[in-house]
Every structure is written in C-alpha cells, then in structure tokens.
C-alpha cells in the first residue's frame, strides 16, 4: 500500500509563494503520475497540474500555467508543487494522488493513492 504525506501549506498573502511537498513511500513500477488537486471551499476536488512519474512529462491547467511548477527528486520520492504569484482564489485544500493506471479522471489516470490535504490560504 502506498502512502503518501504532503507537506508545505499554510497562509501567505497575495502575491506570496509556497512550496508543497507529496512524498511517498514508494512508487511502483507501474506508476503514472503524480496528480495535484484543489478543493477550494465549497467546491468538488479538481486537478490542475501532473507530473509523470519518470518526470518526462508535466502538465498545468491554464489556472496555474506559469505561477505553479511540479518537479521530482526521484531519490527521495518526493514530489514538489512551487506555487508562486498565489491568488486568493488559490486557496483551498490541496491533495497530491498517485495514478497506477490508466483511466477516466484527471491527466487520463486512475488515482489509486492518496495524500492527506495541506490547507492553503492566500488572504490578506
């Protein structure tokens, strides 16, 4: 079973930047991507940005193109969110989930694994 621990949140004011952590406790062979997802209050859980698992490939919705970065340490399992030029819009809870497969959701993957949710606010 894998686990995975995010880390990083917080508030900032606008303008502001945060650095999210997702580490895992492993990634299987047939690991995809890692996904990050938004729950902003009052609204469903979203994706808006991806990474492969062997870091070929990254993916940002228009919502953060330019602001948000994912990047992997593959030695240490970890994956990173640098969020910069955080809006107040940005807030909510933010989960990373590991996709094992292939599927219908966000990226084209099934996220199988979960984190726990980091709260990030962006308030003056």
């Known amino acids: 079973q894998v686990q995975l621990v995010e880390s990083g949140g917080g508030w900032v004011q606008p303008g502001g930047s945060l650095r999210l952590s997702c580490s895992a406790s492993?990634?299987?062979?047939?690991?995809?991507?890692i996904g990050w997802f938004r729950q902003a209050p009052g609204k469903e859980r979203e994706g808006f940005a991806y990474?492969?698992?062997?870091?070929?490939?990254?993916y940002s919705d228009p919502s953060g193109r330019g602001r948000f970065t994912a990047s992997k340490d593959g030695a240490k399992n970890t994956v990173y969110l640098q969020m910069n030029s955080l809006k107040p819009e940005d807030t909510g809870v933010y989960y990373c989930?590991?996709?094992?497969?292939?599927?219908?959701?966000?990226?084209?993957?099934?996220?199988?694994?979960w984190g726990q949710g980091t709260q990030v606010t962006v308030s003056t």
């Open positions: 492993e990634f299987p062979l047939d690991s995809k991507a």
């Open positions: 989930a590991l996709g094992v497969r292939y599927g219908l959701e966000f990226g084209g993957y099934g996220y199988d694994f």
């Open positions: 990474i492969h698992t062997d870091d070929a490939f990254k």
